[in-house]
Structure formats: C-alpha cells, structure tokens
C-alpha cells in the first residue's frame, strides 16, 4: 500500500471529562471515497474537525504525504488543499452563489483598486459558472442570495464551493442527510466526480445503503477508536454495523 | 493550490430544466419586495405631493438646499451605521460620540488659537479620532469581549455624554475658527452645493462604494449573514467588526464637526436622538436589521423621507409633531417589508 494521502495515528481529544478521541487512527488515500462511520458520539465528527484544523488534539501525530504536519487553523488545512463541507453548510445566505464560493478568498482587480481591495465581481462569477458546470452542481441562478434556492442547490453550492479549492482532501459531514432521493444521487455523482479527479473524499454519513453505493472503503469509529476497516465489496452491511455496536472488533488497540 | 482560482473538475450535467421559470418568478419576489424601490418610490410620491401642493414654497432650489443641509450630518452617521447594522449589529453610541468629538474638536481648536485654515484641519482629524477611539472601544468589547452590541453602545452613549459634560462642565462651548463657520457653515461649493452636503455626499458615494465593490463591503455582508460561516472561511471576524464600528465612530467625529460648522458650539443637549434617528433611516432605507442586507442607496433615501417629511409640513403649516408619528408609521412598515421579504425568501 503506497504512503495514504492524509493519516492520522493515536489522536486524543478530551473535553472536559469526556473522552471524544482515544487514540484513534484514521487514513485516506489520493482519489478514494472513504466512509467514516460510528454510532452517535463514535467521535467521527471531533475526528473531522481535528484533521480540518478546527479543533486541536491532545494527543497524536498526523500525517500528510507521510510528513508530520500540525493544523493549527481551518486556513492552515485549506493551503494544504483540505477543505470540509460542514453539516450546518457555512454558506451565506445573503450573499449570491459566486460570493459564496469566493467567500474569504475573494479575487481582486488587477493594479491599485486591487490593493485597495476592489473585487472583481465578473471574473468571480465566470469562474463560479465554469467550475459548477464542469461539476454538474446544476446552480440555478447566479444572482439570486444562496438563501432563496433550494436545499438541494444550496448542498451543491456548499459541496462544489469544497471541491472546488480542495486540491487534495474534501471532508463531507453527512453531505445528504437534509436532501431528497434525487437531490443526494446528485451530490453522489459530484463526490464521484471528486474522487475521479485524484482528490481523497472522507464521507461521514449514517446512511448504510449510501455508503455501500460510494464508499471505496469504510473506516469504523468506536467510542473514540478505529474498530474496524472494510472494503464495501468483501463485507455485509451486518459486518458494518456490527462493528459500530461493537459486536464485532476487527482492530485491538493497545 | 494557490488561493487564486477554482480548480475545475471533470465531466458536465445539463442544469435543472424549470430553471427559466423559477427564475423569472424569483426576480419578481425579489423586485416586489425590495423595500429600497419601494422606500424609493415613496420618497418621489412625497417630493411630488409637496411640490403640487406648495410649488413656489416647497419645489424651489433654495428650499431643497435647506432639506439638504438639515440632512447632512444624519447622512454622515447613516452611511456608518448602515455597516453597522448590515454586520446584524447597532451602534446607540453615535450622537454622543458626535457631541464627545465635538467637544474635543473645540478644545484643540482653542487652545492653537481658533483661527486659520490650518486649525480646522488639525480640528477635523481631533474629531475624527476621536470619533475614531469611541469606535475602537465599542468594537472591542462586541468582537472581543462578546459583549452585545445594545450594551455597549447604550454603555458608550451614557459615557460619551457625561464625558462630554464633564469636560465641559455642562456648558456649550462657543468659539470655532471664523473660516469654520463663514465657509463651510454657510458657504457653498461653486457657489450651488452647500459645503456641508457636499461632504456629506463624498463620504456617501465612498460609503456606497466600499460597501458594493471591495471585499471590505463583501465581508461586512457576510458576517452579517452568517458570522461563523465567515469565521470558517479564514475571515477574521473579531477584526472586521472593530473596524466597522471604528467607522461608525470616526464617521460620528466627522459629523460632530459638521455640527459644529452648522451650529457653531458644541450643541450638548442637541443630539439625543440622533441614533435613533440614523437607524430609522437606515432601516427605512431597507438594510434588515438581521444584518446580511443593505445599502447606502435606501439610507440616502432613509434619511430624506423624514427631512420631506419635516420640511414639507412645516411649509403647509401642518404641526410638525406628524413628521415624528409619519417616521414611526413608515418605519415600522419598512421592518414588515424586510419580514415578508424574508419569508418570502424561506418559502422558495
């Protein structure tokens, strides 16, 4: 198996006197479709805003291209080409789908309106309808506020918006939970595209038949550790399950 | 990747098909409801009402000058507090900045010996730091010590007023540069715009265009909108609110100044619902109070719609007191019209 793309080992996280993170382990490689899963409190979610740099582990070691990195900040993830579709989305739903997109990376004019911090409102929304096209996020409306399209065309604006700028990683917390059945094999078909394209996708979702139908591989989290790691393939949805209960441990962990 | 540019990815898919349709039915949600055109519309319906009613008295140069004036250091404070608010955020605190930066504009202004244009520049910008500092405090303790926005303005603006008394003991300061008065009080640029309103329209069309066209106006949307999505995306959100109440405050410096040009003493007691009255205008103008909406445009017209209001009444001999109770009734419809907009918005 070649070096995973983005790899964590032992993390620990603590709040207060719950142990979120037990030493858990976790691994992605370029262009695969990774289903992170766990019962309620698994800590699938700490585990994700560890590795996008929102919240800090108390212990561990990550790992990106196999060198030891620390991710101090959100923006510190996102040089490296991490981004992370959130549940809530973060998008602003006044501001219209290219503002979105472009949101704290905003392109400026060219010369001193650009240093004075003039946008450049037309290249942003030409790249905005290139990059959703060639996803297939079907937008509607350039200009209408985010906050008047539908769920489905909001999901996609924040799903595109990642896979957009993510160059290497896009985490995706249950990306289709709010969604109807077309709407989420959209957002399927886009996490394909994604992957097709060299990006690792981490896929947090509760939805087991979903996660049979895109996952590469599953990654099990239970009560803060990595219990199991199965390919969709070679394993029952019963297996699956069984190790998120617990009835069935794949990984000792020390 | 670097920070410039969306990386495309592979493969297309034709968009929805109904697109045209719901398009089309979401422009004429969106124009229906825009309470700027609306607010718009009624401000003309007013001037023309006036003008039919008193052409020679209420549609003459002289006359439309006077509203101007009267509007202009509202329309200062407005264009700050129109960030202010689009941020989802209120500033209480600008009429005593205004009477505080005044205040101390006097004091520089004595003490270099109250005359020459060199003194009413070094005047300005002690107001406008002045003006500045009160901001600076204002948004620290809402961006930094997460204390709301009411609490600390209403804080400031007791502050700012016992502090304004306190230096001066409670009574009006008198004695501005002569130029101060004679030029920019009273004079007029080429002769046709008065100077007041000719800076009031200046820091209006900078005002207007931060917000819309740089990405210190996008951001202030944005935080406004959604604060942690902002937070998210890497802008740094505490830092961007100290600035716009910064702005507020050093916009309310500046119109101390123009008081003081106008009024030629510090005017202590004279301010007291200034705040109120630039968040009506504001408000009137269509910025939501919820923050993520707004512009300079309905604040202009937020601010006239009282000053015709005021002005045409008086020159029908109408008891001006009904330009308070008009405000109130407009204001309140402006707020309905932001909720229906906003709904209307949720049912799509």
């Known amino acids: ?254 | 990747m670097s920070a410039t540019a969306p990386k495309p990815a592979p493969a297309v898919e034709a968009p929805a098909a109904s697109a045209g349709a719901s398009e089309r039915r979401r422009r004429a949600v969106r124009l229906a409801t825009d309470s700027t055109a609306l607010i718009f519309v009624a401000l003309l319906v007013l001037l023309a009402i006036f003008s039919a009613l008193k052409p020679g008295a209420f549609a003459t140069v002289n006359n439309l000058r006077n509203i101007s004036i009267a509007a202009a250091p509202l329309l200062v404070l407005g264009v700050g507090m129109t960030f202010v608010i689009i941020t989802a955020g209120i500033d209480l605190s600008v009429g005593s900045v205004l009477v505080f930066s005044g205040v101390i504009a006097v004091k520089v202004m004595t003490a270099l010996g109250n005359s020459g244009w060199g003194v009413v520049v070094v005047g300005t910008v002690a107001a406008m730091l002045t003006g500045l500092a009160w901001g600076l405090v204002n948004g620290a303790l809402i961006a930094k010590a997460r204390i709301p926005a009411l609490i600390v303005t209403l804080g400031t603006l007791g502050a700012g007023l016992g502090g304004a008394q306190l230096i001066t003991g409670g009574v009006n300061l008198r004695g501005v540069p002569r130029e101060l008065v004679t030029v920019v009080g009273v004079g007029r640029l080429f002769g046709v715009v008065p100077w007041l309103v000719a800076v009031a329209l200046v820091v209006t069309v900078v005002g207007a265009v931060a917000l819309r066209m740089t990405r210190f106006g996008r951001y202030t949307f944005a935080i406004g909108s959604n604060a942690e999505a902002a937070r998210r995306v890497g802008i740094n959100v505490d830092r961007h609110l100290i600035k716009v109440y910064a702005l507020s405050g050093m916009l309310a410096g500046l119109a101390g100044m123009i008081s003081l040009a106008r009024f030629t003493n510090t005017t202590i007691a004279g301010h007291s619902t200034d705040n109120l009255q630039a968040i009506a205008a504001v408000v009137i103008g269509g910025t939501s109070l919820f923050g993520g909406v707004g512009t300079i445009l309905g604040t202009v017209v937020g601010v006239f719609i009282p000053a015709v209001l005021q002005n045409g009444f008086v020159i029908l001999r109408v008891q001006p007191f009904w330009q308070e109770v008009a405000v109130g009734v407009v204001l309140i419809a402006a707020v309905y019209v932001d909720q229906l907009k906003r709904r209307a918005r949720d049912r799509l």
């Not at chain 1, 060219?110 to 946008?119: E, I, S």
């Open chain 1, 1 to 254: 198996m070649t070096t995973p793309l983005l790899q964590a080992h032992g993390i620990v996280k603590n709040y207060g006197h719950v142990q979120a993170l037990r030493g858990a382990d976790f691994a992605v490689q370029a262009g695969e479709v990774v289903a992170l899963i766990g019962d309620n409190g698994a800590g699938k979610s700490t585990l994700v805003k560890v590795l996008a740099g929102v919240t800090h582990p108390d212990g561990g070691e990550i790992r990106f291209s196999g060198r030891v990195v620390s991710l101090p900040s959100p923006t510190a993830a996102r040089a490296m080409g991490i981004e992370t579709v959130y549940q809530d989305l973060a998008l602003a739903p006044d501001l219209d789908p290219a503002a979105n997109l472009f949101l704290g990376r905003e392109l400026v004019r060219p010369g001193l309106l650009g240093r004075l911090g003039f946008l450049d409102k037309s290249a942003m929304a030409e790249r905005t309808r290139t990059a959703f096209a060639e996803m297939g996020a079907g937008v509607q409306s350039d200009t209408a506020p985010v906050g008047s399209l539908s769920g489905g065309q909001r999901q996609s604006i924040a799903v595109g918006r990642a896979a957009a700028w993510a160059s290497k990683v896009v985490f995706m917390d249950e990306p289709t939970a709010a969604l109807g059945v077309v709407q989420a094999g959209k957002v399927l078909e886009l996490i394909r595209r994604v992957r097709d394209s060299g990006v690792a996708v981490v896929l947090i979702s509760h939805n087991m038949p979903q996660v049979f139908e895109i996952a590469d591989r599953i990654e099990v989290l239970r009560l803060g550790r990595r219990v199991a790691r199965y390919r969709p393939a070679e394993v029952s949805m019963e297996d699956v399950v069984g190790a998120m209960t617990g009835a069935v441990v794949q990984e000792e962990v020390s």
